[in-house]
């Protein structure tokens, strides 16, 4: 069937990729006659999660947001807790914090990367400071060294927010293994998908039985199915964090075909910036920076445009031309929530600017070059106007 109202020349912003055995895969669960969570497909999602991140426990979640919200709980954030995190981020990475009755207090991000600055984390520390949260912004790593320094000489835990970041990696080591617990998110506009969903990594052996107790209502039910217990029984604070088996079916399909999709990500990600190299060059707009050590996933590509104020005409013509371009976060600590429950510390200076002039252009595994000719012929034609 077509849809008469997009003609085939609209540039669509994200496309949901299939990696072909979906369907069996929910089909075969159906067949199991399992369908709550914990089964085949679950475990053998957690398994794949397990090995392609390395040495910590995979939980899998509903959603990225409940994987942070399970961070949280294991880092034992508690009421006037604070969390550092930067302000350039989606709402639930702070959301988890404000949960627990937590203050994330908000840090400035790097213009290179637009990560966390770690030079300004250690000036956030104070006696209530409990942990620190990165953000991989488009699956670019933050500076791990040294926020893992900072985070080993303070005490304090490490949570990654890794949703954007499943395949990529920092001097060799994939992110998601750095921090105590990482989130990582399965929504559909994220590079592995599966509708919603998400999965905690337990990277510190002593949190993995408590991890699996929140993960089951609080119960040690886990154990329990392992043969470890008589009965289950209510043993401490939980939610209802599993997803279904239908969706750890699609999600195993998507996981094994995890290599293939980002390889196809990055290579639209090179052809934008090989294509832009000029416009850079002429000092029109700025091209993403991966710092050295740094495997990206190819989650988004953005650009830089040099004015703020020219970007909603820029968005506008693009549009205009068929091509489905987007700004990205209102910074948290100047939204009506992140006022009321966080604290910025020091200036947003880089956080308020570089999020004004922020686009991310479409991306996903199946544009092919000729979409991508067509962004790049719309931005120079409207950048020159
Ligand atoms: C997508 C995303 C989330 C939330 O993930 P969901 O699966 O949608 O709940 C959290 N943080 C960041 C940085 C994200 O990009």
Redesign the pocket.
Known sequence: MVDSRVSPEQVGFNRPTLAGEEFAFIRQAIDMAHLSGNGHFTREAQALLEEKVGGGRALLTH????A?EMAVILAGIGPGDEVIMPSF??T??ANAVVLRGGVPVFVDIRPDTLNIDEALVEGAITPRTRAICV?H?AGVAASMDAILDIAERHGLALIE?A??ALGAGWHGRPLGSFGRFA?F???E??NIIAG???ALMVNDPAAVERAEIIWEKGTDRVRFQRGEVAKYTWVDVGSSYLPSEITAAFLVAQLQAAEAITAHRLEAWGRYHAALADLEAAGRLRRPVIPDGCAHNAHIYHILVSQAERRPAILGGLAARGVNAVSHYVPLHSSPAGMRFGRACGTMRQTDDLSARLIRLPLHARIDAGAQARVVAALTEVLDG
């Open positions: 959603s990225g947001t409940a942070l981020t989606f639930s990475t953000v912004y927010d949703a954007q989130a998110s399965f929504h506009t994220k919603e969903g998400g």
